[in-house]
């Protein structure tokens, strides 16, 4: 074997690698019983531990709004603190830590609330805050773009309300709604 061929098998063993790689990644983001991890948000209980557990570095759960159920209120307590200073966009009025979360006036005396997914860290702290004083439009599901698909999932593991499992891939999703019980 002369150098030339040498590096010519060098090189197709690494594609080979790399190749098997990308597989095996592959077959890992969709497990061959066809599930992914998801949140009950009706058995969630915004303990925040959705932020600090995940094994990726900004955590794959996000939080969404079902905007079917918002009330668009002017205090909304998913956005404000719960004694605000004063009812704006003063990032001392607003309860999420990263201002994920944005207040667009519709029509008096309605906002729309909306989040930036690439702020969230899914602390859930206006989850909470929804759901305490509010009507729960607010609440925290795992994003797949993001998600690992870990076989065993760090953020299930350490969950006190045991709200994650694994649900069919082809519905991923378990967003509140007005019609939804469970």
């Known amino acids: 074997m002369n150098r030339r061929d040498f590096f010519r098998n060098m090189i197709r063993g690494a ?27 009706w058995k969630c209980i915004q303990c925040g531990r959705c932020a600090t557990e995940c094994v990726l570095e900004q955590s794959a759960v996000k939080c969404v709004h079902s905007f079917n159920m918002c009330g668009y209120c002017r205090l909304c307590t998913g956005y ?15 309860l999420c830590p990263t201002g994920a979360i944005f207040r667009t006036f519709v029509e008096d005396p ?22 305490m004083f509010g009507n ?38 378990k967003f509140k709604s007005r019609e939804s019980t469970s």
């Open 15 to 41: 594609t080979v690698l790399g190749l098997g790689g990308v597989f095996v990644d592959l077959v890992r983001k969709v497990k061959a019983d066809g599930t992914v991890w998801q949140i009950d948000p």
């Open 80 to 94: 404000f603190e719960p004694q605000p200073n004063k009812l704006n966009t003063a990032a001392e009025n607003q």
């Open 110 to 131: 309605y906002y729309e609330y909306t989040i930036n997914e690439s702020l969230c860290v899914g602390c859930a702290k206006c989850v909470k805050g929804c759901t």
């Open 136 to 173: 729960g439009s607010l609440h925290l599901q795992i994003r797949h773009d993001r998600c690992l698909n870990c076989n065993e999932c760090s953020i299930a593991r350490a969950c006190p309300s045991d709200a994650i499992h694994r649900v069919p891939v082809a519905q991923p999703y």
